[in-house]
């Protein structure tokens, strides 16, 4: 008998039909003898309207009356789905976060689980039932509803079974597993059938939005295996889990882009020691995330540019924190929201000389400038004119054999 977590994403389910339809899957997994604990995310739209909802009352709606507002999405879907499980004759159970309880710590919209009691849940279990976990959520040690930010379902299936010490965690979603990049960007995008830990918590974190990168993160600390798969075909899906089960034979495994950044150059900063920390000191308590950091060397030896990147939504926030930090002496700070990162990822990287200069001069071929660099041992990143990313991706793509 294995114990599998099954997690369902908000497209499976997107409708009543669909809620029914993964209720035949979870009964096919318990005619098979597995213990069964689904963790669903809210049906596809209903966290955006209650987002827009929120919106029309008020542009700085209060954060915890905004987990108390968010977190009723999940708890219908695991009613309905309760609902349609004993239509067709099966044990099933939903509970809300408080019942169990799945407790978590940090702020409201952005908390983390840490721990779930599992009496309840391995009771019901033993008793052949299945047990439906609602996602993206938890209570605090206060008793405050809390969510763990969007995308947070894949968090929390994976952080259930790693407490349940399950065997598995199936991610089900509406495409057929992890693709060498976006298939609707590239139609010529091939299924990965195994990928490691590393490249998928690299992919997630570059723009794959196939999982959620914390998820990845989690289930790669504690070794669980995970697989992604489509709710809607029988097809295998693919495989994640520990590098040394997978035999490279690409130097690149995936190409994956992401239109959320923006980058920011700081003109005639002041070039001596200690400046860099004074401009990346506040961003850093104002939780604001930079990515890639460019200095260029003056010819003067008295003043230089510093470009970064941060997210999009960060931008008005990073120069107003600049512009009112008198630590900091400059001529001008200027933006570009129109940019794009778009990245190679592949654990092959690393024994195969040549990776670099094959992108670069790709991009080259296609007059496709570069603004700024990234780099680690499986994953290279460039900064590009948002305008030219279908043209990168195709590219690479072709260039890396993954066509």
Known sequence: MVKKVLKFGGTSVGTSERILHVAKIIKKERSLGNKIIAVVSAMAGKTNKLIQLSKEISDEFNKREMDVLLSSGEQVTSALLSGALTK????????LNWQIPILTEGEHTNSRIININVEKINDYLNKNGVAILPGFQGISKNGEITTIGRGGSDASAV??????NADTCEIYT?????????????????????????????????GAKVMQSSAVQTAMMYDIPLEVKSTFTERKGTKIFSQENIDYTKSVTGVAYSKDDA????????????VAANIFEPLSKAQINV???IQNIS??????????TVKRDDVSKTKKILKDDNKINYKEIIHNNKVAKVSIVGAGMVSTPGVTYR??????????????ISTSEIKLSVIIEEDDTLKAIKKLHTIFDLD
């Open 174 to 206: 509406d495409v057929d597993g992890v693709f060498s990049t976006d298939p609707n960007k590239i139609p010529v995008a091939k299924k990965i059938e195994k990928i490691s830990y590393d490249e998928m918590l690299e992919l997630s974190s570059l």
């Open 359 to 372: 992108m670069f001069r790709a991009l080259s071929d296609e007059k496709i400038n570069i603004l700024a």
């Open 291 to 293: 990515d890639m950091v």
């Open 263 to 274: 980058k920011i150059t700081i003109i005639g900063v002041e070039d001596r020691p200690g």
């Open 88 to 95: 067709i004759n099966v044990k099933a159970k939903s509970w």
């Open 299 to 308: 010819s003067d030896q008295k003043t230089t540019d510093i470009t970064f």
């Open 159 to 164: 952080a259930v079974a790693k407490i349940f």
